[in-house]
């Protein structure tokens, strides 16, 4: 049997050619080549391990005829065009957290930095002023450190900050009360580790619903004399704002990592009083290259011989049977999984995914692996369905599956359940004839819509006129509506109206739209 073929095109810990080798793999390490001598190269090989200096664009996998799975050793995977892989049925892997307590360690020694003013007091020191009486820091132990984020690396920082003997709050929507006491920390909301936090560090990634979570309105609501250090992404603090409450020493200090822009060749941060910065550093440790670099050799290696997928960022865990079966299902999973995650997405604590019909008769694995994926991926921009269950399990998520045999209204149903501090809230949705997914009911009211593009998610009270105002209001934006869907309990009680529109819809227009008279909440959905 000929032994498949790894190309290693970017520099990397030697060991991981090692790895290759042992577990049965042919390996190349030839670096530094132009995208032009990559792809006249690239067809020989079944594997491409890289990091961030090879861009494997469309035209690398079109000449990559034999190649089968592309691996980055790091969690980065912009340089690589995951559509075209995946519709060259290339799996494209990642190791999202081969990085994690050097992340963390980051975090600590800039979280250090900025209460003992290390790096202005340095630069005073080597200017020879002696300027002791100049930097007055302050002690770390006692004080409270706000957690943003509670996941891999959260997690690993909570433990840090408990070992230095500080209490830790931490907000996130996926952390149970029973993960928060095993990590040893207090679940708190946004606005009260705002108000209490001494120090706050960010460990959450970049999605619509964490941008701009340190807002110049949630900056203002921090305690006075807060620190604030961001090693996760850049956008998830207003830059402007946190320059101008630095300036009125409302902050008393802060350490970024990631920029909004980068390279930061310039940002209205630099020259601030008590902040630091560093060049995305939060991955650079020798450590941490080893670690990415031999973790993607194994997931690659037993991709290659044995069929095993670890960390895919395009690919399910499914038989070859299985696939052709599950797939409409997992499609419509995903999007039920995407509503709800939208829809009511703070305080999670439990998710309860049920199937009927003809879904009763499958794995439900994958179709659980989809819910998650949808929940979760308003979250986390790393997330997919071979690591959506880990990533739920690892914040202490109640997951639960319930498998109907009996027959219901429509010949297959999935339904998903989210438990919240609000209650109970679930939606469900069935395949139509031609194996398109369709939503059938959005909270107790029945509703049949196609979940697609951008999408207004309204409750209102039921009146006549309502309707027009809506339509009347969007028209004036310049915004297209497609289709329109609605229900309601009851003629004159509370309705649902679903609208997918040509474009998104600014939160202007949406402001305007919550003082139409009898609107109850109105949002923006994206699928």
């Not at 399910?316 to 999984?337: I, W």
Request: with cysteine.
């Amino acid at each position: 049997m000929t032994k498949p073929k790894v190309l290693i095109s970017d520099k990397m810990d030697p060991n991981a050619a090692r790895i290759f080798e042992e577990r049965g793999c042919d390996v190349d390490v030839i670096t530094g080549k132009t995208p032009e001598e990559l792809k006249a190269i690239i067809g020989q090989y079944d594997g491409l391990a890289i990091r961030s200096s090879t861009k494997v664009t469309k035209e690398i996998l079109e000449a990559g005829t034999n190649l089968k799975v592309v691996g980055r050793a790091g969690i980065g995977v912009d340089n690589v065009d995951i559509p075209a892989a995946s519709a060259k049925g290339v799996v494209v892997m990642n190791t999202p957290f081969g990085n994690s307590i050097t992340t963390a360690e980051h975090a600590i020694a800039l979280m250090f930095a900025l209460a003992r003013q290390l790096p202005e007091a340095d630069l005073s020191t080597q200017a020879g002023k002696w300027e002791k009486n100049r930097f007055m820091g302050v002690e770390v132990t006692g004080k409270t450190l706000g957690l943003i984020g509670a996941g891999n690396i959260g997690s690993i920082v909570a433990s840090r900050a408990l070992g230095l003997k500080m209490k830790v709050v931490a907000f996130d929507p996926f952390l149970t009360p029973e993960r928060a006491v095993e990590m040893g920390v207090e679940k708190a909301d946004l606005d009260t580790l705002l108000a209490k936090a001494d120090f706050i560090t960010l460990h959450t990634p970049l999605t619509d619903q964490t941008r701009n979570i340190l807002s110049a309105e949630n900056l203002a609501k921090t305690k006075k004399g807060v620190r604030i250090v961001n090693c996760a992404r850049g956008g998830l603090v207003d830059e402007k704002a946190l320059k101008e409450l630095l300036d009125s020493g409302h902050i008393a200090g802060a350490a970024l990592d990631v920029f909004e822009t980068e390279p930061a060749k310039d940002s209205p941060l630099f020259g601030a009083p008590n902040f630091i910065c560093t060049p995305h550093l939060g991955a650079s440790t020798t450590e941490a290259q080893v670690n990415v670099a031999l973790q993607v050799a194994e997931q690659m290696a037993d991709f290659l011989v044995t069929g095993g997928v670890t960390n895919a960022l395009n690919m399910p865990s499914l038989s070859a049977e299985e696939a052709p079966k599950l797939k409409p299902y997992m499609a419509l999973a995903e999007k039920l999984g995407t509503l709800v995650g939208q829809l009511a997405h703070d305080n999670l604590a439990k998710i309860a995914i049920e199937v009927e019909g003809a879904a009763a008769q499958l794995n439900q694995k994958p179709i659980t692996a989809a819910v998650l994926t949808g929940v979760m991926k308003q979250y986390s921009d790393t997330v997919n369905m071979v690591n959506a269950p880990f990533l739920a399990k690892e914040r202490g998520l109640d997951v639960r599956e319930v498998r109907h045999d009996r027959e219901g209204e429509y010949r297959t149903l999935v339904r998903v359940t989210v438990s919240t501090s609000q209650g109970d809230r679930s939606v469900a949705g069935t395949l139509f004839g031609n194996g398109q997914p369709r939503l059938v009911e959005i909270f107790g009211i029945g509703i049949e819509a196609d979940l697609d593009g951008d999408m207004l998610y309204i409750v209102n009270t039921d009146a006549p006129g309502f309707i027009g105002s809506i339509g009347t209001l969007l028209g004036t934006a310049g915004i297209n509506i497609g289709t329109f869907h609605l229900g309601r309990r009851e003629a004159g009680g509370e309705a649902v109206l679903l609208l997918s529109v040509d474009s998104p819809v600014s939160e202007t227009v949406l402001a305007q739209a919550r003082e139409i008279q009898g609107v109850r909440l109105i949002k923006a959905l994206k699928f």
